[in-house]
């Protein structure tokens, strides 16, 4: 690495973002890097449009896209990456950050090859899934394949490399005259940017879940261990498949989790770090396996973030919308209009119901209750409200339905205002049933 003056550091502010895909916040969720651990709910419970309502700071039905499948270009919307080349910030990336158009204008360094999400090498057969195949039946433990075989140590090395190249970038307030030496060869003069912006998107433990054989060596943990129960009857149809799909999940985790941990360290002090994924997912509860699960418990993801130069943030349940007004407040980003609440403000003694919104419906949460909505056609980009076939009512806590016109009332208000959306809900028939249990809001 090359050496760099303390007095051209001073006065850098950057920022690392690390995203896993499909990393749920259960009871085995732990600070990775001691910094504040929050539990936040995506705004969407798929993954396109949850990233890009992460790194705009817009809810999915403002964009348009709620589903996987838009056109590309609908998913082209100002940025943490433009709004970070505004403000004077050198910006890269690499990996699955976005999940379409990766590459983008704005970024100072250009992602490479390697960030195309291209499966790593060994074991490549088995990782090829035919239509129609259970997803869930396909963890492998590559027993011939070393870590440098898997795309995400590839992108763990890349974003090391990239923190190198950023750092020399952004010696931008150090006295005139101070040079930047590596391998003993003067490279350049100060420049300009203000600090660096680098996002890193890992891809797992995203399905297939291939891992590295000793990874599967560890302490196997029990199907409680890794949240919940994985059912005998479940959409896994063969011999300790349900087992094994949480084995293999949790080593998958723990995998992405040591490539985190090589690229923080080589961060320096001067740089915020945030860890988060794009949304959760199932594991057998309720026979459920995969993502678009619109239980609150298993949408949630982690949010850990570290500021060096900052107290401690409180821990608390908050929104992944919360994230770029937080980051625009910490370096000072001015003029963004942006819905979400910065988290370095007190948290409010009420909070508003948390909406996610999906291609085939959307939910709102509050007051100990979840409402939701379905309509009969799915769309991929979002609609007014029409159609709706199907509403329910349930408490957060035991899932079980609620029948309490008060509640409904004030939750399909509360809908509307979220959505802006003009549409009358008061004759909505309410799905009460006997049974307790939630739906899939959409699909991928």
Known sequence: MPHISARATDAMRNLLILMADDERF???????????????????????????????????????????????????????VEFAKEHGWATAAVGKVFHWNEDRPAYTIRPSNQASRVLFHDCAGKS????????????????????????????????????????????SQSPIGTTVVTHGSIVSPASSYRGFVLLVGFLR?????????????????????????????????CNNCSRDAVRYYCAARRFVHDQMLRVLAHVSNQTMVVRTADHG??????????KGVSFSNLAMVPL??????????????????????????????????????????????????????????????????????????????????????????????????????AQLAIMRRALRDALGDSSDLTALPLNVTGGCGGSFLGHA
């Open 205 to 237: 433990p995203h399905v297939p879940l291939n891992v590295p054989a000793s990874y599967m060596a560890h302490d196997e943990p029990t199907e409680k261990a890794c949240h919940g129960y994985v059912p005998k009857q479940s959409p896994v149809r």
């Open 304 to 405: 850990e973030i570290r500021i060096p130069w900052h107290s401690p943030l409180v821990a608390r349940d908050v929104e992944l919308l919360d994230l770029l007004p937080t980051i625009a407040m910490v370096f000072g980003w001015r003029n963004l209009t942006l819905p979400g609440r910065s988290l370095l403000i007190a948290p409010p003694a009420h909070r508003a119901p948390l909406l996610t919104t999906a291609g085939c419906g959307a939910s709102i949460r509050g007051h100990g209750v979840r409402f939701s909505v379905w309509w009969a056609d799915c769309a991929n980009v979002w609609q007014p409200i029409a159609g709706i076939c199907a509403s329910e009512l349930v408490d957060e806590t035991t899932e079980c339905a609620v029948d309490s016109e």
């Open 26 to 80: 259960d009871e085995t969720t732990k600070p990775l890097f001691n910094g504040s651990l929050m539990r936040a709910m995506p705004q969407s419970l798929v993954c396109a449009p949850s990233r890009m309502s992460l790194l705009t700071g817009q809810r999915p039905h403002i964009l348009g896209p709620v589903t996987n499948h838009a056109t590309q270009a609908a998913y082209l919307h100002p940025s943490l």
């Open 281 to 290: 997912l199932a594991l057998g509860e309720g026979s459920i396996w995969g």
């Open 128 to 171: 090829q899934l035919a239509p129609g195949l259970a997803k869930w039946n396909h963890g492998v433990a590559c027993e011939h394949a070393v870590e440098n075989h898997f795309q995400d140590e590839q992108i763990a090395t890349s974003a090391i490399g990239l923190l190198h190249k950023l750092s020399l970038l952004t010696i």
